[in-house]
């Protein structure tokens, strides 16, 4: 489908030539409304310039605009509704836009009513939709946090959160896979820094709203990657955190108990995607140093489920104060690309 070259053409979020990628809330009447980490909204078009019509909750979220799948800068809208300017001064024929969140759902949602496209301008077909998908489910090393504070302080400003350069958008590029990404700093699977724990949020189309689901029909991907303990390896040891109190009393979970919770997680997953490969993985920090206790718990966990298509692998340890870096994350995409080619054919 292609409309005619026009000076002036609005393309409204409900338009079927718009590609959208994770779980975006397309069933509002005025906009579609973003809230997780590495979603996406692209188009095909012809025109000299092209702008997004927007309004952010916050005025703390960012996003890669990208540009012929190349270029890229940075947009940060603000609580206005208004058009930004994503590409002007571009040459005549086909161009690609996208718009990818950098940042994540705590940030607050933002509101995509449209795009418009000026001078000779014309939409074109729909992206083709990539025929692999894969899908992540993480904490902040997938959520990509920090990941471009180089002075390794760990700033928790959203400035340097970028979940473009995970390496779960590393390792989905590679494969040119659909990407959808469910994750959050902090969480976990027993117990989390927040309240919020991931088999609580596993399944929601809006990660604030316990009665927004998503529905796991929507997306079926080939491979499924969980990247989840690394929070609940430090917690369990906090007797005194809020959290460890409202989960656990007075007691940590043993070792059973943190093997249960985990085999439940990766079995409600399977009831969801009964062909899926399964990778159950930890790294890149300290729950990943050899000989770590939650590596064998995943191990074990695995085991139970008996199950040859849900499998383990460990990311390598990085030794660090901070969070992984962008270097470090391209460390651990080419340990996960390597373990999927010698291990899964999709």
């Given at each position: 489908?292609?409309?005619?070259?026009?000076?002036?053409?609005?393309?409204?979020?409900?338009?079927?030539?718009?590609?959208?990628?994770?779980r975006?809330?397309?069933?509002?009447?005025?906009?579609?409304?973003?809230?997780?980490?590495?979603?996406?909204?692209?188009?095909?078009?012809?025109?000299?310039?092209?702008?997004?019509?927007?309004?952010?909750?916050?005025?703390?979220?960012?996003?890669?605009?990208?540009?012929d799948?190349?270029?890229?800068?940075?947009?940060?809208?603000?609580?206005?509704?208004?058009?930004?300017?994503?590409?002007?001064?571009?040459?005549?024929?086909?161009?690609?836009?996208?718009?990818?969140?950098?940042?994540?759902?705590?940030?607050?949602?933002?509101?995509?009513?449209?795009?418009?496209?000026?001078?000779?301008?014309?939409?074109?077909?729909?992206?083709?939709?990539?025929?692999?998908?894969?899908?992540?489910?993480?904490?902040?090393?997938?959520?990509?946090?920090?990941?471009?504070?180089?002075?390794?302080?760990?700033?928790?400003?959203?400035?340097?959160?970028?979940?473009?350069?995970?390496?779960?958008?590393?390792?989905?590029r590679?494969?040119?896979?659909?990407?959808?990404?469910?994750?959050?700093?902090?969480?976990?699977?027993?117990?989390?820094?927040?309240?919020?724990?991931?088999?609580?949020?596993?399944?929601?189309?809006?990660?604030?709203?316990?009665?927004?689901?998503?529905?796991?029909?929507?997306?079926?991907?080939?491979?499924?990657?969980?990247?989840?303990?690394?929070?609940?390896?430090?917690?369990?040891?906090?007797?005194?955190?809020?959290?460890?109190?409202?989960?656990?009393?007075?007691?940590?979970?043993?070792d059973?108990?943190?093997?249960?919770?985990?085999?439940?997680?990766?079995?409600?997953?399977?009831?969801?995607?009964?062909?899926?490969?399964?990778?159950?993985?930890?790294?890149?920090?300290?729950?990943?140093?050899?000989?770590?206790?939650?590596?064998?718990?995943?191990?074990?966990?695995?085991?139970?489920?008996?199950?040859?298509?849900i499998?383990?692998?460990?990311?390598?340890?990085?030794?660090?104060?901070?969070?992984?870096?962008?270097?470090?994350?391209?460390?651990?995409?080419?340990?996960?690309?390597?373990?999927i080619?010698?291990n899964?054919?999709?």
């Amino acid at each position: 489908m292609s409309c005619k070259n026009k000076k002036e053409l609005l393309i409204p979020f409900s338009s079927p030539e718009i590609e959208f990628s994770g779980r975006i809330d397309t069933n509002k009447v005025e906009a579609a409304e973003i809230y997780w980490s590495g979603s996406s909204i692209k188009i095909n078009f012809e025109g000299e310039s092209i702008h997004a019509l927007l309004k952010d909750e916050t005025g703390d979220n960012y996003y890669n605009v990208i540009l012929d799948n190349d270029s890229i800068s940075i947009l940060k809208p603000d609580t206005s509704k208004r058009y930004y300017q994503l590409a002007s001064n571009l040459s005549e024929g086909k161009h690609s836009i996208e718009l990818f969140k950098r940042t994540e759902w705590n940030r607050g949602k933002t509101s995509f009513f449209g795009y418009k496209i000026k001078n000779n301008a014309r939409l074109l077909a729909k992206p083709t939709s990539n025929k692999r998908k894969i899908e992540f489910y993480g904490n902040s090393i997938t959520a990509g946090y920090a990941i471009e504070d180089f002075s390794g302080k760990d700033s928790p400003d959203s400035t340097y959160t970028n979940n473009y350069l995970s390496y779960a958008a590393i390792t989905a590029r590679h494969f040119n896979a659909k990407f959808q990404c469910i994750c959050k700093s902090g969480i976990g699977i027993t117990v989390s820094w927040n309240p919020l724990i991931m088999p609580e949020m596993y399944d929601r189309l809006i990660p604030t709203d316990s009665t927004s689901k998503w529905n796991f029909s929507l997306y079926t991907p080939d491979i499924v990657v969980i990247n989840l303990l690394q929070n609940d390896s430090w917690l369990v040891n906090l007797p005194e955190h809020e959290e460890f109190k409202r989960r656990f009393g007075n007691k940590a979970p043993t070792d059973r108990e943190i093997i249960n919770a985990y085999q439940k997680f990766v079995a409600n997953l399977r009831s969801k995607y009964s062909r899926a490969s399964i990778i159950c993985t930890l790294g890149s920090m300290n729950a990943a140093e050899e000989g770590s206790k939650w590596m064998k718990y995943i191990k074990v966990a695995v085991e139970n489920l008996n199950d040859e298509k849900i499998l383990t692998h460990f990311m390598p340890y990085i030794k660090s104060f901070a969070h992984p870096s962008v270097q470090d994350q391209q460390i651990m995409a080419n340990s996960l690309i390597q373990f999927i080619d010698k291990n899964i054919e999709w």
